[in-house]
């Protein structure tokens, strides 16, 4: 094995692990329409373990991951709530909260369900990756796969080719430049999603061409 492939293979595979889990959540918080909640999340995960390496405990330690998940199950709990309540407080603002307070409780434990749940894959991911590659690989991948199809199973496909190849060439790139290779990674993503999108208006411009012939044609 060549001594760039024994250097880049375990971040790749690390990468694949954080493509599998986080391009499918990512889907999820697309369709939700909470894009920013995960590196909110990230941030408090962040603080957790902060706040546990005052307090003497070393970091990537269980003892400090207990202290990042604590801290993102606050949040998590925050984001419910206030998801919940955000759609009826506005108009009618006491008769909406009590009404919130009855009829969204469903809807608050289904929202808490989905945070919490998250954020142990968040809590998990930035002591691996940190907080911008894992906003990266949670965000990117779902809104390059959304710009070309609505299929949920093609999006998923989609977004795990999308984030295999991106972590190649990051990876390839830091180590070929002698970059960092977090920040590598991140710019790939942006690269990649911005010829995506470059793709997509070509397409979209492709498939309206006819059209407009036909209307041409048609007039007198």
């Known amino acids: 094995m060549s001594l760039e492939l024994q250097i880049l293979l375990p971040a790749f595979l690390a990468c694949l692990v954080l493509t599998g889990f986080l391009s499918y959540l990512g889907l ?63 108009q009618e603002a006491f008769i909406g909260i009590t009404y919130a307070a009855h009829d969204s409780w469903q809807g608050i434990a289904w929202d808490l369900a989905f945070y919490m749940s998250f954020g142990v894959v968040i809590a998990s991911s930035v002591q691996m990756a940190g907080v911008l590659l894992v906003f990266s690989f949670l965000i990117v991948p779902a809104v390059f796969s959304a710009l070309f199809t609505g299929r949920l199973g ?53 498939q309206r061409a006819p059209a407009r012939a036909a209307v041409r044609t048609a007039d007198p």
């Open 28 to 90: 999820h918080v697309l369709a939700r329409g909470v894009i920013f909640v995960d590196i909110a999340l990230a941030q408090i995960a962040a603080l957790g373990t902060a706040v546990a390496s005052l307090r003497g405990i070393e970091p990537r330690t269980t003892e400090s991951w207990l202290w990042s998940l604590g801290f993102t199950f606050v949040g998590a709990g925050l984001f419910a709530l206030t998801r919940g309540l955000r759609r009826r407080v506005p």
């Open 154 to 206: 093609l999006r998923l496909a989609i977004a795990y080719l999308l984030g295999a190849v991106v972590s190649a060439a990051g990876l390839w790139s830091s180590f070929k430049f002698d970059l960092p290779t977090g920040a590598a990674v991140v710019v790939t993503f942006g690269v990649a999603l911005l010829l995506g999108a470059i793709a997509r208006t070509v397409l979209s411009a492709r």
